[in-house]
């Protein structure tokens, strides 16, 4: 019988990423039907409008070279109209819902006594903050990209804090400034700690993206060295914008991680958990449901 996984607890480097990919490995099912059953909307509309900008940028560029007219600075114009925009949205949007529903699931887990939960569990959480999540990460993004532009430093600085923002407010239920300076004073005495954790599992989920993206580039090679025509190059668009989106699905992997990084740091500074199970030997585990006064 496997043993339910623990959130509330100091954990070291190697904890957390093991912690991570057991409790991956555990709810593997549960945690897949939740994301397409939350996210496959939103995952779907940005397949399909990736692949219209690049099918009609594609067509447009080959007119123009046929017609002698080709100017690489009119065909990239072309693309930022609604195509373009399309995409942004549905990028924004399946951001949001992956962010929102990983992370309702862990909280849901948590309410339930570390029971994997169902999806209409979880939708109850996260119909309630998706729109939370997406105005606040619009903000937050914002402050990163301006962070950023200032040397890069600033906005490295910044990553560890912003990346447990959303696990704040979703398993706290806090609002953005409390989320917002939450996140900092967690990670201020354990910042590289907390970096090389978010380094070493973005190395993890990359290796697996670039594995379901293998065949798009081997495609794009065999093209390039055959010659092949304009079917080959809009075949390669199509599986490339299919593979690209289908890969989102290891973003299941560093969402869960955050989860965990929030509940170290926030058990090194305060140790709650510790002290709930203390308080709670011979209670009954917490209720699932979300309180409407909590809201």
């Known amino acids: 019988m496997k043993e339910n996984i623990e959130f509330r607890q100091v954990r070291s480097f190697e904890e957390v990423l093991s912690g991570t990919l057991l409790f991956v490995k555990q709810n593997f099912k549960a945690l897949l039907k939740t994301f397409f059953s939350l996210c496959g909307v939103f995952i779907l509309g940005g397949m399909l409008s990736t692949i219209f900008m690049q099918l009609q940028m594609t067509d447009n560029m080959t007119a123009s070279i046929q017609s002698g007219a080709y100017d690489g600075m009119s065909v990239w114009g072309q693309m930022l109209g609604l195509p373009y925009l399309l995409v942004i949205l549905f990028l924004v949007l399946n951001y949001t819902a992956m962010y929102t529903s990983i992370l309702s699931f862990v909280a849901v887990y948590i309410a339930k006594g570390n029971v994997t939960p169902t999806v209409e569990e979880v939708w109850t959480y996260f119909k309630y903050y998706f729109f939370r999540v997406l105005w606040s990460g619009l903000l937050v993004s914002i402050i990163w990209v301006v962070c950023t532009m200032f040397c890069l430093i600033p906005g490295i600085y910044v990553t560890p804090a912003f990346s447990i923002f959303y696990a704040i407010m979703i398993l706290e239920n806090a609002d953005f400034g409390t989320a917002f300076g939450r996140a900092f004073a967690l990670v201020k005495q354990n910042w590289w700690v907390t970096f090389a954790t978010l380094l070493v599992i973005g190395i993890i989920t990359g290796v697996c993206m670039m594995i379901v993206y293998m065949p798009s580039y081997i495609l794009m090679m065999v093209s390039a060295f055959s ?15 299919i593979s690209q989106y289908l890969a989102q699905v290891f973003m299941i992997i560093p969402l869960v991680a955050t989860a965990f990084i929030y509940f170290n740091l926030a058990e090194r500074k305060e140790s709650a958990g510790l002290m709930s199970r203390i308080e709670g030997f011979g209670n009954t585990p917490a209720p699932v449901s979300h309180p409407e006064e909590d809201y």
């Open 227 to 241: 010659g092949g025509g304009l079917q080959v190059l809009k075949g390669y668009q199509l599986f490339s914008a």
